[in-house]
């Protein structure tokens, strides 16, 4: 059996804000001439990357649109879904909606990979269940994914944060200990915000 057929990937994406025409402009400026050509290009790269096999977690801001033009999206979109409401995700509430499209829909999550737990949530939590929990080799067991804040000053104060947080004194042994926090911006599917965020491989 070829390893492609034993594993699969699970991608985790926030903030795709499909038909969202301002996001162009303004907040991430991403450049598109219109909303159209922004929702083929993330459909293409989408597709590029996800398998028939693979599973990807949406962490929120999906699409502004209505039920019935979001519904068109998803039928287009590989593969197998799960999704984390976000402020923008107004279509839930439309009738002509299909959610049968998402394994799931949730406000919050916790999955485990590969021997460590992700916290799941659109709005960045600063403190969260298992934040401080290292293996033996002193790496992180849970992390933190969301979006939300985009490219903004709200992000420049997350990062501050991370980096207030990226020493931690410990007074029991008196000595300095890296201990951060592990919160991860999961990047929108725009020219400006290539990166992924992919914990990684697991079976069948």
Request: charged share 35%.
């Amino acid at each position: 059996m070829k390893i492609s057929e034993v594993f699969k990937m699970r991608y985790y994406i926030s903030d795709p804000h499909f038909f969202h025409e301002n996001l162009n402009l303004g907040m991430d400026c991403r450049g598109f001439i219109n909303h159209e050509v922004m929702n083929e290009y993330m459909i293409m790269k989408w597709n590029k990357k996800v398998r028939k096999h693979d599973e990807v977690v949406i962490l929120g801001d999906l699409s502004i649109a209505k039920g019935k033009d979001t519904n068109e999206i998803l039928r287009r979109l590989n593969k197998k879904l799960y999704m984390i409401v976000g402020n923008h995700d107004k279509f839930l509430k439309d009738k002509e909606f299909d959610t049968t499209r998402f394994r799931w829909i949730k406000d919050y999550a916790e999955l485990n990979e590969n021997n460590r737990k992700v916290i799941l949530s659109h709005y960045p939590i600063m403190f969260y269940k298992g934040q401080y929990r290292r293996d033996a080799d002193g790496n992180p067991k849970v992390f933190m994914l969301y979006g939300h804040i985009h490219n903004t000053k709200d992000q420049r104060l997350m990062e501050k944060f991370i980096a207030e947080t990226s020493v931690e004194v410990s007074e029991s042994k008196g000595r300095e200990t890296d201990e951060w926090i592990d919160l991860n911006k999961v990047s929108e599917l725009c020219p400006k915000c290539e990166t992924e965020v992919r914990i990684g491989k697991y079976g069948k």
